[in-house]
């Protein structure tokens, strides 16, 4: 029988998840359906569990549920824990177990779709909410010579530092307002603000990009993002975060299916797509 799937949020109907999922199942041969799910504003908990009642196997969850989604399941992986967040629910005789992939699939966008090392390398964080406290813990994993968490609002930023700072592994861990950055420089600059859907960027310091610099920002669309847009005045390689949207999709997958696709075609499919 074919197991279904879906990405539940509002709004949910502009989702690539299920595009992507649907062409992780004909490479890798499972038997299984994903579709888009909208679930009212106050309606997260119902929905889901309508959905498993109907034999549901696992959900995706996005904006604006996934802290919803991390109070709802029975029990949370250690990077959901440490994220506050959930965007991965599998069905299991023990109930709903909560993960979260996104963290992950930022590092292996980085890592292994962009060939960028962050061993050693000075990283800078942009903003202090769901998306950059997920990001914390796989990124210093990665055994970062520094992390700076910086936000519009500095105190945010300074309240997470200090949350991770037990698993900094020997990172010099830190944070600042974007003023405080003036005169500073990174190897890689993390856009996890959510300034690019006001067709806004950070207003950060000139010169902040270290020579050979990477500008990654965790918004995607056609064209240049606005934060992108910024940053090639002052750095040479530049990506946007669909790569990461396929990543942890692609660790979801894993997780419900036991089966790693390959994430390179869909990459490549979505961005002729989008071109
Ligand atoms: P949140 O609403 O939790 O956090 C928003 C953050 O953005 C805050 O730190 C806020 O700062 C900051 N911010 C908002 N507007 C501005 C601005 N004009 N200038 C500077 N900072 C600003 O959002 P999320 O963390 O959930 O999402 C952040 C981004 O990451 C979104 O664009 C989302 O689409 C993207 N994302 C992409 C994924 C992918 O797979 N590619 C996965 C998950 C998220 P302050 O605290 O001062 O308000």
Redesign the pocket.
């Known amino acids: 029988m074919t197991d279904r799937y879906a990405v539940i949020g509002n709004p949910v109907a502009h989702s690539k998840s299920p595009l992507i999922h649907a062409a992780f199942a004909w490479q890798t041969d499972e038997d299984i359906a994903y579709e888009a799910l909208l679930a009212p504003l106050d309606g997260f908990a119902a929905s889901v569990r309508s959905f498993v009642a109907a034999g549901g196997r696992g959900l995706n969850v996005t904006?604006p549920f996934k802290l919803e989604a991390w109070q709802l399941a029975d029990q949370r992986s250690a990077r959901a824990e440490a994220a506050k967040a959930v965007n991965t629910l599998i069905v299991t005789p023990q109930g709903l177990t909560g993960d979260n992939t996104?963290g992950v699939?930022l590092v292996r966008d980085i890592t292994a779709n962009l060939g960028v090392t962050l061993a050693g390398k000075r990283l800078l964080l942009l903003?202090?909410?769901?998306?950059?406290r997920g990001a914390i813990l796989p990124l210093l994993d990665a055994w970062p010579a520094a992390l700076l968490i910086a936000?519009?609002?500095a105190e945010?930023a300074h309240a997470l530092a200090a949350e991770f700072a037990p698993q900094s592994q020997g990172a010099a861990l830190s944070a600042a307002s974007f003023e405080e950055l003036a005169g500073r420089q990174f190897d890689i600059v993390i856009n996890?603000?959510?300034?690019?859907?006001?067709d806004?960027a950070?207003?950060l310091p000139v010169g902040i990009y270290a020579s050979g610099a990477l500008a990654y920002d965790?918004?995607?669309g056609k064209g240049l993002t606005p934060f992108l847009h910024a940053a090639q005045a002052g750095c040479a390689m530049l990506a946007d975060?669909l790569g990461?949207?396929v990543e942890?999709a692609a660790e979801s997958f894993f997780l419900w299916r036991g089966v790693r696709p390959q994430t390179a075609p869909v990459l490549a499919w979505l961005r002729s797509e989008q071109a």
């Open positions: 904006v996104d699939g903003g202090a909410g769901g998306a950059a936000n519009r609002t945010k996890a603000t959510s300034a690019s859907l006001n806004a950070p207003n965790m918004m995607y975060g990461m949207l942890q």
